[in-house]
């Protein structure tokens, strides 16, 4: 099992520029998210689809979009890249639980850089 | 909305030392607990977890956590550190029903040799 993976590891993007992060798990899992996590912030929520078919914004919502493509995969998309997206990305999964979400799993993440 | 806690940002200490980083939430209903930890350029790994039982958990690689339900907080606490133990530590609370992990800001915890 390769757990959560995600494409690409280190990305550097100009102002305006777009992209889309990708990210797919191979456990399973109902709920997938987004983080981005900058220094002395921790993590924090961009968005998250605690099931396929739904989408919801989390914390960070701004200059962002999501597609839930299939139950595997959660893509982050950037329509036109700031410098304050400079950060690191990660994805992760976890399954529904009866009160809640069991523990989350993290993919790797991705460094991108917006100059 | 939950809102996570933790009391130090940054924590050195030596090898062999104790270590106990302090996580305070602030939801009042039924809860999931998490610590993860974060070691120098990788992802986050879970260490320990609760669900519900005994509150007293014990995780991976010698740590463990306190559930203090009257206190709202949910400690983690390590005898005895080793350097490989560098690295930084994040509180996460799920509760409510909810489909999301709040976090804490993170620890980040030095060991010297």
């Known amino acids: 099992n390769a757990g959560v993976t995600q494409t690409p590891k280190f990305q550097v993007l100009k102002t305006g520029q777009s992209m889309t992060l990708q990210c797919a798990q191979d456990?399973?899992?109902?709920?997938m998210y987004w983080y981005r996590q900058d220094p002395g912030m921790g993590l924090r929520l961009i968005y998250y689809?605690?099931?396929?078919?739904?989408?919801d914004k989390g914390e960070v919502p701004n200059g962002y979009n999501v597609s839930r493509l299939n139950k595997r995969e959660f893509s982050l998309r950037l329509e036109s890249a700031a410098p304050s997206q400079t950060s690191v990305y990660f994805c992760a999964s976890s399954e529904l639980r009866g009160q809640g979400i069991y523990e989350q799993y993290f993919g790797p993440g991705t460094r991108l850089t917006v100059t | 909305a939950q809102s996570v806690s933790q009391h130090n940002h940054h924590v050195i200490l030596s090898e062999a030392a104790s270590l106990e980083l302090g996580c305070n939430y602030s939801y009042g209903g039924t809860v999931n607990l998490f610590w993860y930890v974060q070691y120098p350029g990788q992802h986050l790994q879970l260490l320990l977890k609760?669900?519900?039982?005994?509150?007293l958990v014990k995780g991976i690689k010698g740590f463990e956590a306190e559930f203090i339900k009257s206190k709202f907080s949910f400690n983690l606490r390590k005898p005895s550190v080793q350097w490989s133990d560098t690295a930084e530590y994040f509180c996460?609370?799920?509760?409510?029903?909810?489909?999301?992990?709040?976090f804490g800001a993170g620890t980040t915890v030095t060991v010297r040799a």
């Open positions: 689809s605690a099931s396929e078919g739904t989408t």
């Open positions: 456990m399973n899992h109902n709920s």
């Open positions: 609760y669900f519900s039982g005994d509150p």
């Open positions: 996460a609370v799920n509760g409510g029903g909810d489909y999301k992990l709040s």
